[in-house]
């Protein structure tokens, strides 16, 4: 499992509430990634990490923020939750010597009431 | 934005027969990924194809790689039920100093029936 953990595992929030979803590694990996899952899309992926402090967008950004202030941990705040941000959220790594494998943490199903 | 194709969406086949699922891909790229999920679960890694050519199998699966017809085959021989599940494949660019993107096919649920 690569040593990935996501925290927490299930939640349930309101709309408009603020939520932050944690990923952490032990493995000291550069590359972290957030994607959601969603019926009918496969994983679309969110944000992604190229080192402490280095962030780029991915494909449906929109609505969502990520902090990395230490190598281990990789952070997804939703500012202002929304009903369409029910999904399944997971984290992952990209490892080999050439970044050519991830490896998933085992996901957060985010309900938005 | 590089788009990835998988069919077909839903398939259902008998056990003891073979099949295959398909991955399309709309840009050139040599790193090729299936992933498998079972349900309520996370995605495992079954294989990563990063040449053209490359073919890799492991049990009753069998993964290869075109890339200049862009397609990927998960082949399925004689299946068992332990093979149900949903096969995703992905795509990634090239790595770089700024990471990489990895583009995932909207999946394949298989169900293999007794």
């Known amino acids: 499992d690569a040593g990935i953990t996501q925290s927490p595992r299930h939640k349930v929030t309101e709309t408009g509430t603020p939520v932050t979803l944690r990923c952490h590694q032990t493995e000291n990996h550069r590359y972290m990634y957030w994607y959601r899952q969603d019926p009918g899309h496969g994983l679309r992926l969110i944000h992604y990490?190229?080192?402490?402090?280095?962030?780029d967008k991915g494909e449906v950004s929109d609505g969502y923020s990520v902090s990395r202030s230490k190598t281990e941990d990789f952070l997804l705040t939703l500012e202002s939750a929304t009903s369409s941000q029910t999904s399944v959220y997971f984290c992952?790594?990209?490892?080999?010597?050439?970044?050519?494998?991830?490896?998933f943490g085992p996901g957060t199903r985010l309900l938005v009431l | 934005e590089l788009k990835v194709e998988q069919n077909p969406l839903f398939l259902s086949m008998q056990e003891g027969k073979n099949y295959t699922i398909y991955c399309n891909y709309s840009t050139t790229s040599d790193r090729l990924y299936w992933y498998r999920q079972d349900p309520g679960k996370s995605l495992e890694s079954l294989f990563v194809?990063?040449?053209?050519?490359a073919v890799k199998q492991e049990g009753r699966l069998m993964a290869s790689l075109d890339t200049k017809a862009r397609l990927s085959t998960l082949h399925i021989t004689a299946a068992v039920h332990d093979l149900s599940a949903t096969y995703f494949c992905a795509v990634g660019e090239p790595p770089s100093n700024t990471g990489n993107q990895f583009y995932f096919g909207t999946g394949t649920s298989l169900t293999v029936i007794p």
């Open positions: 992952a790594i990209s490892a080999g010597l050439i970044q050519e494998t991830q490896y």
């Open positions: 990490s190229y080192g402490v402090k280095d962030t």
């Open positions: 194809l990063l040449s053209n050519g």
